[in-house]
């Protein structure tokens, strides 16, 4: 079936560190792909998202770009902060018409001062 | 901003009880999920629901399960008689339409402890 694979964590970076958390996902049809972020105590929420091959998804300084070829949508941040500190899952859509999501484990990240 | 709200944000059940979830989706929204997360284990869905029937659900979702939007604006989901194995983080998610750019939109989630 479909699924999502993506880094196991934690993932333990310094301040301003580059950020990288892969996430492959099975090339069932074409589906749109997801970040969900999971702040501590929170709910999921949305971070970016790319809908057909070669679009790049960006927020709040985070991308990630859908690579068909390589079947990926690594999310990538360039300096990241304390406040980033959170959970990371990579999601797509089910396929075969269904609208339900299929998520990875997800992945800890710790950033500290 | 709208949210989904989930309540309890934790229960503590016994094995064989009935025990029931609630949500309050965003009220423009149309179609409802229900999710689960075993500690450790990836989130996983569980059933769709539109237009007050289920539309879709996996095979983790079984006679056990039963959901309902029983007033307009709750959206619940029912475990019949609780195992240990359906101690997990239960989310409710909604979404306005179905349409590839909109996205979903979930509750904090709902710990579930079966003793």
């Known amino acids: 079936g479909n699924s999502v694979t993506q880094m196991e964590g934690p993932v333990t970076l310094s301040e301003e560190a580059f950020l990288t958390i892969n996430c492959t996902y099975t090339?069932?049809?074409?589906?749109?792909l997801f970040w969900y972020v999971q702040y501590p105590g929170e709910g999921l929420q949305l971070l970016l998202k790319?809908?057909?091959?070669?679009d790049k998804g960006s927020n709040k300084g985070f991308e990630a770009t859908y690579r068909k070829e390589t079947t990926s949508f690594h999310l990538e941040k360039g300096s990241v902060q304390v406040s980033d500190s959170a959970v990371y899952f990579c999601?797509?859509?089910?396929?075969?018409?269904?609208?339900?999501?299929?998520f990875g484990k997800g992945t800890h990240l710790i950033i500290q001062p | 901003e709208p949210e989904v709200t989930q309540t309890p944000s934790h229960q503590v059940t016994q094995m064989g009880q009935e025990v029931i979830l609630r949500c309050v989706p965003i009220?423009?929204?149309?179609?409802f999920y229900w999710y689960r997360q075993i500690l450790g284990q990836k989130v996983e869905f569980l059933v769709s629901?539109?237009?007050?029937?289920?539309?879709?659900k996996s095979e983790i979702f079984d006679d056990q399960f039963s959901v309902e939007r029983p007033d307009g604006s709750n959206f619940t989901l029912k475990i019949r008689s609780t195992k240990l194995e359906d101690s997990a983080m239960y989310f409710c998610?909604?979404?306005?339409?179905?349409?590839?750019?909109?996205?979903?939109?979930f509750g904090q989630g709902t710990r579930l402890t079966v003793v």
């Open positions: 998610a909604s979404r306005k339409d179905r349409t590839v750019n909109t996205e979903a939109f």
């Open positions: 629901f539109y237009n007050n029937e289920i539309s879709e």
């Open positions: 790319a809908t057909k091959a070669d």
């Open positions: 090339a069932t049809g074409y589906p749109s």
């Open positions: 009220s423009n929204h149309l179609y």
């Open positions: 999601a797509r859509h089910s396929g075969g018409g269904a609208d339900g999501l299929t």
